[in-house]
């Protein structure tokens, strides 16, 4: 069952978000694409919904915000 918000979102833009949840002032740095990786995906989640019950709660940059707040607490004192 596929997890997922069904919305599409470039991996230019995660990194932005990422950046700046973060404080970062690192530069982005492309390179060719690695053999087999894929261009496109959008996880569809109507099947989690359908069978579990599940629906996306909350947006991805609350999702990232607490997944950057998640590891500066499990790293603290390290």
Known sequence: INIGTGM???VNTL???LREEIGSLAPEQHGP???GEQARSVLDPSRARAV???QPQVSL???LRRTVDSFRAATAGC
């Open 15 to 17: 990194f932005g978000m």
């Open 33 to 35: 694409p690695k053999p």
């Open 61 to 63: 940059a609350e999702g």
């Open 52 to 54: 579990l019950g599940w």
């Open 8 to 10: 599409e979102t470039d």
